[in-house]
């Protein structure tokens, strides 16, 4: 009876681990985690524009747990974000998406220097752009991106509207990151190893009746880009 409790628990904790194996408790372990997920991402996605990874508790930003200087090409987080991460796939969902707004400031004049004005012109579509780009550089990095929506769904705040905001609604944004996923990675949800994952399950409580939309909207056969709910 014990070797068969053992063995059931070692099972169990070899299903868990690809999930939840996160170790890092200080901030010098996030900061060693960061450049090897960091430059995993950039060298399994042959990005070749230099940037590199920083914790700092960095005032000013747009965003509350993570951004890029546009001016010298750092990828940082505030070491708060720590006890939210459970995993190395929800740490590169931040990452890459901070990756992908890293390499548009290589692109335009002055080498990229005025990239910038695009996320305070069209915020919302940057983003999404963003978001998109995150989950390739995660699949090619060997990254599993629903960990990208278990971890907004822990830190992103929600709002009522969006209409005036610089930030989709994270409802709906987490809605979309999931339809890129089915629609292109249809794979990663038939073998989902985040099924029993606390955050993913309330993401799919929360998300429900969008996703009822999502599985009209494929059965139908429609190409209408779908107005999820708030």
Partial sequence: MIKRFLLGLFILCAVISPVFAWDVKTEAELQQRMNEVGFNILNANRIEHRLIFM????????DRWADVSSVNRTVWLKPCILPYIDSNDELAGILAHQISHGVDTYNGVLRGYISILNYWVAPNKYDMMADKRAVDYMVNAGYNPLGYIVILNKIMQQYRYDAFSNHTLVTRRMMKIYEYIYEKYPSILADNEYKDNIYYQNFLLISRN???KLQQKVESGSKKKLNYDY
Avoid: A, D
Avoid at 55 to 62: E, G, L
């Fill in 55 to 62: 914790v700092t508790n960095r005032i000013y930003s747009r």
């Fill in 210 to 212: 969008n996703r009822l």
